[in-house]
């Protein structure tokens, strides 16, 4: 399975945008790149994924780099509730679609 | 939360007795995941399955077994707990992009 490497730890401020970094040197053509977070006391839930073009929706964006080896997961505006885990992870649909988690970063937010 | 339900959502069992933990969903997907977490750590795969009594082994398979009789229903049996297998366990389904975690199982063997 694709290794992912994370910083452990990143902290920001209210209301500042958020770049969370992820290097997947070994990924594979057929790996997603997903991201997911844990809340503390909760499970993991889905952030955003993408493959080669980057990605928006209601919570994030995803930009990929052009080789694929690296990506950011960008929160425009920080808020206190932002403050979990994020999980950047590969997912090849050809094994049954693992989830295989590392380490993840945790954020903080100050206020 | 996509009908995901696990129970119980704590338990406390002794050395050496067998403990099966159930994850329920509502949803029919074909795809569902065993995942336990400790502390300081990320996510570990125990077991997951691709369909009726179609299972493969995670990353941590040595001491679980898992059915799955029922498409709605994967079973996670410890055979005979041991205090190295205490931990939060989450079960998980996975739709056509998303997987859907439950709120995961706290257990403790003493």
Same mark, same amino acid.
């Given at each position: 399975?694709?290794?992912?490497?994370?910083?452990?730890?990143?902290?920001?401020?209210?209301?500042?945008?958020?770049?969370?970094?992820?290097?997947?040197?070994?990924?594979?053509?057929?790996? #997603?790149?997903?991201?997911? =977070?844990?809340?503390?006391?909760? *499970?993991?839930?889905?952030?955003?994924? /993408?493959?080669?073009?980057? +990605?928006?929706?209601?919570?994030?964006?995803?930009?990929?780099?052009?080789?694929?080896?690296?990506?950011?997961?960008?929160?425009?505006?920080?808020?206190?509730?932002?403050?979990?885990? #994020?999980?950047?992870?590969? =997912?090849?649909?050809?094994?049954? *679609?693992?989830?295989?988690?590392?380490? /993840?970063?945790?954020?903080? +937010?100050?206020? | 939360?996509?009908?995901?339900?696990?129970?119980?959502?704590?338990?406390?069992?002794?050395?050496?007795?067998?403990?099966?933990?159930?994850?329920?969903?509502?949803?029919?997907?074909?795809?569902?995941?065993?995942?336990?977490?400790?502390?300081?750590?990320?996510?570990?795969?125990?077991?997951?399955?691709?369909?009726?009594?179609?299972?493969?082994?995670?990353?941590?398979?040595?001491?679980?077994?898992?059915?799955?009789?029922?498409?709605?229903?994967?079973?996670?049996?410890?055979?005979?707990?041991?205090?190295?297998?205490?931990?939060?366990?989450?079960?998980?389904?996975?739709?056509?992009?998303?997987?859907?975690?439950?709120?995961?199982?706290?257990?403790?063997?003493?």
């Amino acid at each position: 399975d694709a290794k992912t490497t994370q910083p452990n730890s990143m902290e920001s401020n209210e209301e500042e945008p958020v770049h969370l970094p992820c290097n997947h040197s070994t990924i594979s053509g057929t790996d #997603y790149i997903h991201w997911y =977070r844990q809340l503390p006391s909760q *499970g993991p839930e889905y952030v955003i994924h /993408g493959l080669t073009s980057n +990605v928006n929706n209601r919570m994030a964006s995803l930009a990929i780099a052009e080789d694929r080896k690296s990506s950011t997961l960008i929160l425009h505006r920080a808020t206190l509730r932002d403050a979990a885990v #994020y999980y950047c992870i590969l =997912r090849d649909n050809n094994q049954g *679609g693992k989830l295989i988690f590392g380490q /993840g970063t945790e954020l903080s +937010v100050k206020p | 939360d996509a009908g995901i339900t696990q129970s119980p959502r704590h338990k406390v069992t002794e050395t050496g007795t067998p403990v099966t933990l159930r994850c329920h969903q509502t949803e029919n997907h074909r795809y569902m995941y065993w995942y336990r977490q400790d502390p300081g750590h990320g996510l570990r795969l125990i077991h997951y399955s691709y369909g009726v009594k179609d299972t493969d082994k995670g990353e941590v398979s040595d001491g679980y077994s898992v059915s799955r009789s029922k498409t709605e229903d994967f079973l996670l049996t410890l055979e005979s707990a041991t205090s190295s297998q205490t931990s939060v366990y989450f079960c998980a389904i996975r739709t056509g992009t998303e997987a859907f975690f439950g709120q995961g199982t706290r257990l403790t063997v003493v």
